[in-house]
């Protein structure tokens, strides 16, 4: 029996398989390569979201929203350019509103919703300033 023709036939199937487990070493190599990339992001983005989260308390909270009423803008702008603490009077006169005890105590109620939110500062009875 001639085995020359089964020894061939091995030795081409032994060059593939061969060929192919190169390749496969050099995918394998290349994913290897891509996936400590792929770690090595994830740790940043794990680090970030920590130093992130970390200084989220340290950060500036915005002003608070304004309530709906057309005044309110005004009433800031007017203490943007005082240079002394304002009384409900001083804003009245200040924002062209007749100086009525309803309106008065009208912009004594804003003023004071103003210091629950933080935006001004009631600094004696009745004497309001912005806050810093």
Same mark, same amino acid.
């Given at each position: 029996?001639?085995?020359?023709?089964? &020894?061939?036939? /091995?030795? @081409?199937?032994?060059?593939?398989?061969?060929?192919? !487990? *190169?390749? +496969?070493?050099?995918?394998?190599?290349?994913?290897?390569?891509?996936?400590?990339?792929?770690?090595?992001? &994830?740790?940043? /983005?794990? @680090?970030?979201?920590?130093?992130?989260?970390?200084? !989220? *308390?340290? +950060?500036?909270?915005?002003?608070?929203?304004?309530?709906?009423?057309?005044?309110?803008?005004?009433?800031?702008?007017?203490?943007?350019?005082?240079?002394?603490?304002?009384?409900?009077?001083?804003?009245?006169?200040?924002?062209?509103?007749?100086?009525?005890?309803?309106?008065?105590?009208?912009?004594?109620?804003?003023?004071?919703?103003?210091?629950?939110?933080?935006?001004?500062?009631?600094?004696?009875?009745?004497?309001?300033?912005?806050?810093?």
């Amino acid at each position: 029996m001639n085995i020359r023709p089964l &020894l061939d036939a /091995l030795d @081409i199937q032994e060059s593939a398989a061969r060929a192919q !487990a *190169d390749d +496969l070493r050099t995918q394998i190599g290349q994913l290897q390569t891509r996936l400590r990339e792929a770690e090595t992001h &994830l740790e940043h /983005l794990v @680090i970030t979201r920590k130093t992130v989260t970390g200084l !989220a *308390d340290r +950060l500036p909270v915005g002003p608070p929203d304004l309530p709906e009423h057309p005044d309110y803008p005004r009433i800031l702008a007017v203490f943007n350019d005082a240079t002394r603490p304002l009384r409900a009077k001083d804003v009245c006169q200040a924002l062209d509103h007749e100086l009525l005890p309803k309106n008065i105590e009208g912009t004594r109620a804003k003023l004071k919703r103003l210091v629950k939110l933080g935006i001004l500062t009631e600094a004696d009875t009745g004497s309001f300033t912005g806050s810093p």
